[in-house]
């Protein structure tokens, strides 16, 4: 099943919005556009021409939000890789994401995330007879540590949680902890902004990079930062979208991406 991108248009103008605390009157005084024309456009019945205006008075890439506008962009050339595998599950009006990387070798496997439901998760463990040493969160939002005592159980994974967000129980991930997995590496970076502790897990040794990114950065957008938006895109840049091109992006919500994607076509990024 193809999954949806996580935002829109009028998402990706809203986040921006908050992040920068414009209103719509500021915002169509910057953009020289009437506030009717703003609403119209928010509900998809605009004039397009209208788009790169908006994006250049809130820092935004004019084509790139554009695209989002015409909804004409969806990522392209995501690499199947093997070793690592993306489970989607529902929760109530929206859905989330949960992953698992694995050392093909000697099947030493870590979760990321929990997901709303972990069943397909728990049954591809058990079918593949992957041994997962490892949980870890990203961050600790309720989508994402929703099923986290079903895996717990029946993994016994020894479970990490970011430093700034810990949980009871949980081991501590640190900005620049390394953990081995088999002959992968993982390291843990700092990418907060959308949460007080948001965490990235960056994997070396499959055949390209994963990034395993929660919710700072989603396939053409990123996690709403209203309290910190220029830590949020700061981290992004230096943390994530300088890793290599062809890096595997895996997001807590909506579809795989990959760096280059996301320097051409994330409004946030691509200038």
Known sequence: MKIPLEDLFEDIVGKAQRGLQVSDQELCQRARLA???????KKGSGTPASVP????????????????????????????IDGTKQFNSPLIDMTVNAYLVWDP???EAAVFDTGADATELLAFIDSTRLSV?????????????ADLGAIAKKTQAEIFSPELER???????????????GKLGIEARLTNGHSPGGTSYVVQGLQNT??????SLFAGSMGGAPNDYQKALRNNLEKLLSLPGDTLICP??????????????NPFFAH
Do not use: M
């Open 252 to 265: 807590g919500h909506g579809p795989l991406t990959t760096v280059a994607n996301e320097w051409e076509h």
């Open 35 to 41: 506030l009717e024309e703003f609403r119209l456009l």
């Open 53 to 80: 205006g908006i994006a250049e008075a809130l820092g935004l890439g004019p084509n790139a939000l554009t695209a989002s506008y015409a909804k004409s962009w969806y990522p392209t050339d995501v690499p199947e």
């Open 105 to 107: 070798e000697n099947k």
């Open 210 to 215: 994963v990034a395993v990114v929660g919710d």
């Open 167 to 181: 949980l009871p129980e949980t081991k501590v991930v640190c900005q620049g902890d390394h953990i081995q997995l």
């Open 133 to 145: 040493k490892y949980l870890f969160l990203t961050h600790t939002h309720q989508d994402h540590v």
